[in-house]
């Protein structure tokens, strides 16, 4: 049975559906694909360019064509504010003034595609998000201080910033990176995001962690306390002379938290941890703190008036 349009008589074929009595010219008229508010309010960030989307600040796009358009997609078109029988509804913003937003909204209706025209009132509030709240005001909740043991050299200074780098891509609550001498100093908007930074160094570098709580007195009437996590890298790199419990030794391999080092005293070479070497007294020794001599072929350390020999 061949179905026509109740309003202009035009007849049903293959990509032009009869929608409820209607054909898609004269629906688009009269009924709406999706329901959506005349006016919405988009909330920006002037620092930062971040969104209110669904209740959390989320970074959308420079352009506010794209920040309208997303939040009309994924907090206005829903299931139950769509007309039955129209699947995959999305929306374009197809130009955007001051005050209106011209909105294409296009549906697929039994596998054919309808588009319609909308105007919506677009009102642009702008308001500090939190977290740029909290960097105006000077606020934040954690310091960290990362250093290295040994001085910061070759393959460490370039891990060292693409590390920072990337801490400060991932972690929104990282706020401030300041260069240090052989390390870095980072301010953290939130204790725990600091704490899982430490733990990431500790495990993949072998980082030796300190956290300091200090009372910071009250703070909207909680008692209130502010984190210093002492971070150490070792930065040793093949052949540093170190010291391991007591013991010279020669940096021989390093590969995350491990390394491979020669003992001096014995010629013996094992691998070990650098969470155990930590707590067995690790110590980095500098060039002027011992003599390298050479006699008869072989090559002496001297050290503290004992000599060791180097290639064994
Ligand atoms: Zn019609
Ligand atoms: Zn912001």
Redesign the pocket.
Known sequence: MVRFCVRCGAEEKEGFPIIDGLCPRCFVKERKIVELPPKIEVTL?P????TLLRGK?VFISDRIEEVVETIINEAFIKRTNTYPGFEDVFAEVKELTDTTARILVTGSYRGALVSQEVLINVLVKKR??P??MKIKSGHFEAEMQIRTMAPLRGEWSRRFVSDVQSMRRLQESVVDVKEVKNGVDVKVLDQRAAMKLASYLKRVFGARVVSTWKDAGYRSGRKHSKLTVSVRLPGLIEGDVIELGGRLAIVVAFYGPKMVIKFLDTGEEVTVSLQRAWTEGLRYLADKEYAIKEEGGKRYLLYKGRAYIMDR
């Open positions: 960030c620092s930062c360019g971040s600040w500090l998000c977290r740029c």
